[in-house]
């Protein structure tokens, strides 16, 4: 591989990679006199370790110190699939990197997981974060940054970065159906969670189960692209105190199926009920807002707004 074309796996900037062999000898164990640097399997092993220890915090020279042990305490080391070399693809801004601004260190070390497609790395992130923080905090401070930055990348690339943005959004699944999946209180009533029919967005709504699942809270998760008439039915069967719909852009908004379940009914005569609409997400602004429905504005309003429902 090219510099360039490691650069762009990792996740750093060729520079960075300059100043690493510069600094700490982290450079090709063959370099022919007079000729471009050509990174072989085990160097960019070398530097995938490097990135994955300074990413949970270690010290650079540490961390390179740690790298050129275990490479040399692995007799070969298997080749791996390489990145195609996209010639001018890297720009000067490091275009590998993600722009997530000032977070927290799992975040970074999160998203550089993500752009070199460090599975194993973004799964051991996710699960100490969710396991150290909540999933409520796990998800603003680390999951929530980290996607912004991937999706701002693509949209202002072009495709190059769905691949990161699908891979990502995958481990975030995983991890937060993870924290979801806790005993139940036995009996009373839940809270459903469903996206709008032609909403195919779901993570915010994992989040949102996560949550209700770290205080004990019941709910019935019924995903996103729920259809209209399914989404009246399970309403009618399970008699929700409150239904938080999903809805990430302006065109899943379905105001008009928002009123109707906010007017389904339950119970015997004389003792009807009715559900509470939470219309979260940002498709729900301004005046497409469901009359007399709350609006949640942050993953632990939601929270507390169904925790209070459902007392």
Not at 39 to 65: H, K, N, Q, S
Not at 79 to 92: D, I, K, L, T
Not at 163 to 175: G, K
């Amino acid at each position: 591989m090219t510099t360039g074309a490691l650069a762009l796996r990792l996740g750093v900037s060729p520079t960075t990679i300059r100043s690493w062999e510069r600094r700490y000898g982290l450079g090709p164990a063959h370099r022919a006199p007079g000729r471009h640097r050509r990174w072989e399997p085990g160097d960019v092993a070398v530097l995938e370790e490097m990135c994955r220890l300074t990413a949970r915090g270690v010290p650079p020279a540490e961390a390179a110190r740690a790298a050129l042990a275990g490479a040399r305490s692995t007799p070969s080391t298997p080749a791996r699939p390489s990145a195609p070399e996209p010639g001018a693809a890297v720009s000067a801004r490091g275009g590998a990197t993600l722009g997530v601004g000032t977070v927290r260190p799992e975040c970074r070390g999160l998203a550089r997981a993500a752009v070199r497609l460090d599975a194993p790395e973004m799964a051991r992130i996710l699960r100490r974060t969710v396991e150290e923080l909540g999933p409520v905090a796990a998800w603003n401070e680390v999951m929530t940054p980290a996607l912004r930055a991937v999706g701002r990348k693509w949209a202002t690339e072009g495709e190059r970065y769905v691949e990161v943005e699908h891979l990502l959004s995958w481990h975030v699944a995983v991890a937060l159906r993870r924290a979801a999946d806790r005993p139940e209180p036995p009996g009373g009533p839940a809270v459903l969670l469903a996206g709008m029919p032609a909403e195919l967005h779901s993570l915010a709504l994992e989040a949102v189960a996560a949550g209700l699942a770290e205080r004990g809270l019941p709910f019935r998760m019924f995903g996103p692209a729920l259809p209209p008439d399914a989404l009246l039915e399970a309403v009618r069967r399970t008699g929700p105190p409150a239904v938080l719909l999903w809805s990430q852009a302006a065109r899943t908004a379905d105001r008009a199926l928002a009123g109707c379940v906010a007017r389904v009914e339950w119970g015997p005569p004389g003792a009807r009920a009715r559900p509470v609409v939470l219309a979260a997400g940002p498709g729900w602004s301004g005046p497409r807002r469901p009359p007399g429905a709350l609006r949640p504005r942050d993953l632990a309003t939601a929270l507390d707004q169904l925790a209070a429902l459902l007392r």
